[in-house]
C-alpha cells in the first residue's frame, strides 16, 4: 500500500503542476483578449487569426526543437504519427472564433459566466454520460463554486447580447469538447501542435470575409501573439499533458479558478481595484474546488 501511494506521488503532483500552469495560461490568456479588443487595437477576426496562426507557428517550432533532440538520444525513435484531427482542430476554431467576436458585444462577467457554464455542462454531461459518478463532495464543491462566479460576474449580467451570448456559449461548448478529446493524447505537445496548424485554413477563411472591417495595431498583434504563442499554444499544450490524470469532473471543476486567476490579474496588470465582493466571490470559488477535489476519485 505504501509502495503504491509513493509510486503515485509523482504522478498526482506533476498533474496538480500542469494543471495550475494550464490555468494560469487561460486566465492570461483571457486578459490579452480584452485588453486589445477593450482597446480598440485589432478587430476580433484579426485577432482569432494572428492567434491561431502564431500559435501554429511556435508549437511546430517547439515540437520540432524536441523531435530533434529525442533523435538525438534515440537514434531509433520513430516520429508522431496521427497526431491531432481535424475534428479537434473544428473545435479549436470554434472555441476561438465565437470567443473573440462575443466579447464585442459582452461584458468581461456576462462573458465569463457564459462561458463556463458552457464549459461545465459539456464537461459534466460527457463525464456522466461515459460512466463517471462524481462523489457527493464534488457535487457541493461545484455548486458553492458556482455560486461564487455567479456572486462575482453579476453585477455586470443585464440584458445581455443575444448574438453575443450565443456565440460565447458555442465557445464554451467548443472549448469543453476540445478538452474531454485530449484526454487520451499521447503525445501533448504534437497533438496541440497539429491542431492549431489544421486551425490555420479555417481562421484565415474567416478573416478574408471580413476584410472590410479588418484594423491592427502594432499593440494589438503583439498581444495576439502573446495569447497565440504563449497563454493559447504553450498553456494548451500543458493542459492536454494534465488532461490524461483528471476526470472529466475535476477537469471541468478546476477551470472555474480560471475567473478569479484573470481578476486577479487585473489588479496587478491592468490597474483594477481589489473589491469586497472579489473578495468574497473569490473564496467562495477557491473554496468550492477545495472541496470538491478533496472527495474521492469519481468512479
Known amino acids: 500500500m505504501t509502495r503504491a501511494r509513493t509510486a503515485s506521488a509523482p504522478g498526482v503532483l506533476r498533474t496538480a503542476a500542469l494543471t495550475s500552469l494550464a490555468m494560469v495560461a487561460f486566465a492570461a490568456n483571457s486578459i490579452l483578449c480584452r485588453r486589445a479588443l477593450g482597446e480598440g487595437a485589432i478587430d476580433a477576426a484579426s485577432f482569432s487569426?494572428?492567434?491561431?496562426?502564431?500559435?501554429?507557428?511556435?508549437?511546430?517550432?517547439?515540437?520540432?526543437?524536441?523531435?530533434?533532440?529525442?533523435?538525438?538520444?534515440?537514434?531509433?525513435a520513430s516520429p508522431s504519427e496521427r497526431a491531432g484531427s481535424w475534428a479537434s482542430a473544428a473545435m479549436l476554431f470554434l472555441y476561438a472564433v465565437p470567443f473573440s467576436f462575443a466579447y464585442n458585444s459582452l461584458a468581461t462577467g456576462t462573458g465569463a459566466l457564459i462561458l463556463f457554464g458552457a464549459v461545465q455542462a459539456t464537461m459534466l454531461v460527457a463525464g456522466l454520460r461515459s460512466g463517471e459518478h462524481p462523489h457527493p463532495l464534488q457535487w457541493?464543491?461545484?455548486?458553492?463554486?458556482?455560486?461564487?462566479?455567479?456572486?462575482?460576474?453579476?453585477?455586470?449580467?443585464?440584458?445581455?447580447?443575444?448574438?453575443?451570448?450565443?456565440?460565447?456559449?458555442?465557445?464554451?461548448?467548443?472549448?469543453?469538447?476540445?478538452?474531454?478529446?485530449?484526454?487520451?493524447?499521447?503525445?501533448?505537445?504534437?497533438?496541440?501542435?497539429?491542431?492549431?496548424?489544421?486551425?490555420?485554413?479555417?481562421?484565415?477563411?474567416?478573416?478574408?470575409?471580413?476584410?472590410?472591417?479588418?484594423?491592427?495595431t502594432a499593440s494589438g498583434v503583439l498581444l495576439a501573439v502573446a495569447s497565440g504563442a504563449l497563454a493559447s499554444g504553450v498553456g494548451y499544450a500543458v493542459w492536454y499533458a494534465a488532461l490524461g490524470g483528471l476526470s472529466s469532473t475535476v477537469a471541468a471543476i478546476v477551470q472555474l479558478t480560471v475567473p478569479v486567476i484573470a481578476a486577479v490579474g487585473g489588479v496587478l496588470f491592468m490597474a483594477e481595484s481589489i473589491t469586497p465582493r472579489l473578495v468574497i466571490a473569490s473564496t467562495l470559488i477557491l473554496g468550492g474546488v477545495l472541496v470538491a477535489l478533496s472527495a474521492p476519485r469519481a468512479r
Open 49 to 76: 487569426t494572428v492567434r491561431l496562426v502564431s500559435g501554429a507557428l511556435a508549437l511546430a517550432l517547439l515540437h520540432a526543437a524536441l523531435t530533434r533532440r529525442r533523435a538525438a538520444r534515440h537514434a531509433h
Open 140 to 216: 457541493g464543491g461545484l455548486v458553492l463554486a458556482l455560486a461564487g462566479l455567479v456572486y462575482m460576474v453579476l453585477p455586470g449580467v443585464s440584458a445581455p447580447s443575444p448574438t453575443g451570448s450565443a456565440l460565447m456559449g458555442i465557445a464554451g461548448v467548443a472549448w469543453g469538447v476540445y478538452s474531454l478529446r485530449g484526454r487520451g493524447a499521447r503525445d501533448p505537445l504534437a497533438e496541440t501542435s497539429a491542431n492549431f496548424t489544421r486551425s490555420v485554413p479555417m481562421v484565415l477563411v474567416v478573416s478574408a470575409l471580413t476584410l472590410s472591417t479588418m484594423q491592427a
